[in-house]
T-cell receptor, first 114, second 116 residues
Framework: EAQVTQNPRYLITVTGKKLTVTCSQN?????MSWYRQDPGLGLRQIYY???????DKGDVPEGYKVSRKEKRNFPLILESPSPNQTSLYFC?????????????FGPGTRLTVL | AQSVAQPEDQVNVAEGNPLTVKCTYS??????LFWYVQYPNRGLQFLLK??????LVKGSYGFEAEFNKSQTSFHLKKPSALVSDSALYFC??????????????FGGGTRLMVKP
C-alpha cells in the first residue's frame, strides 16, 4: 500500500531533550516536506526537500533540523525542544519536483513539550 | 510573499443543501491552488487542484471548485451536502511563477458541519 508513515504518533517530552520524528514514504517520491498544524493558523511549512541531500527552509524553520540521506526518509529533528513547539506535525511527499503536484500526507505526530 | 485566507472558521449547512467554503489567495505569479480535507485524527487528503485550463475543477466525493482570477478566489462547492462531509477543509496555494520557490502555503482551515 502506498503511504507516508510517521513515528511516533504521540510524544510527550520535556524541554531541552533532543528528539527525532521519523517520516518514510514508499512511493519513490522526490519531494518531501514537514508541516506543523496549530489552531487558527492552518498548516505551516517547516522544511522541505527536493531530493536526496537537498533541503530548504519553509515558513517556520527555527528550532528544527532535517536531513535527507535517503530518498524514502525525511526525519525531523528538534535539538532542544521548547513548549512553543507543542503542535501536530505532518510529513508529506509528492512524486516529482513540479509545483503542480499533489502532496500525500502522513497520519500526523502529536508532540507535547512540557 | 504568497498567502491564503479562509474567512470562515466554521460553516454550518443542513444535509442536502448546497455548501460553499471560501478561499482567497495572493501570489506573484500564476497560482496553483489545492483543496485538502482532514477528518478527525487523520492526515490531510487531497480533494482537487487547479493548475490551468477550465476554471471549474471537479474533485473527489462530488466536490468542485471555481477559480476566479479577477477575485483571486478558489471557493469549494458541493451541490448537496452529506453528514459525512463534516471535516476540516484547507485551501493551499503555490506560486507558479518561473522564479518562485516550492513552498506550499495553507489557509487557516474551515470546519464544515453538516447537520441531519
Amino acid at each position: 500500500e502506498a503511504q507516508v508513515t510517521q513515528n511516533p504518533r504521540y510524544l510527550i517530552t520535556v524541554t531541552g531533550k533532543k528528539l527525532t520524528v521519523t517520516c518514510s514514504q514508499n512511493m519513490n517520491h522526490e519531494y518531501m516536506s514537514w508541516y506543523r498544524q496549530d489552531p487558527g493558523l492552518g498548516l505551516r511549512q517547516i522544511y522541505y526537500s527536493m531530493n536526496v541531500e537537498v533541503t530548504d527552509k519553509g515558513d517556520v524553520p527555527e528550532g528544527y533540523k532535517v536531513s535527507r540521506k535517503e530518498k524514502r526518509n525525511f526525519p525531523l529533528i528538534l535539538e532542544s525542544p521548547s513548549p512553543n513547539q507543542t503542535s501536530l506535525y505532518f510529513c508529506a511527499s509528492s512524486l516529482v519536483r513540479g509545483r503542480t503536484d499533489t502532496q500525500y500526507f502522513g497520519p500526523g505526530t502529536r508532540l507535547t513539550v512540557l | 510573499a504568497q498567502s491564503v485566507a479562509q474567512p470562515e472558521d466554521q460553516v454550518n449547512v443542513a444535509e442536502g443543501n448546497p455548501l460553499t467554503v471560501k478561499c482567497t489567495y495572493s501570489v506573484s505569479g500564476n497560482p496553483y491552488l489545492f483543496w485538502y480535507v482532514q477528518y478527525p485524527n487523520r492526515g490531510l487528503q487531497f480533494l482537487l487542484k487547479y493548475i490551468t485550463g477550465d476554471n471549474l475543477v471537479k474533485g473527489s466525493y462530488g466536490f468542485e471548485a471555481e477559480f476566479n482570477k479577477s477575485q483571486t478566489s478558489f471557493h469549494l462547492k458541493k451541490p448537496s451536502a452529506l453528514v459525512s462531509d463534516s471535516a476540516l477543509y484547507f485551501c493551499a496555494v503555490r506560486d507558479g511563477g518561473r522564479n518562485a520557490g516550492n513552498m506550499l502555503t495553507f489557509g487557516g482551515g474551515t470546519r464544515l458541519m453538516v447537520k441531519p
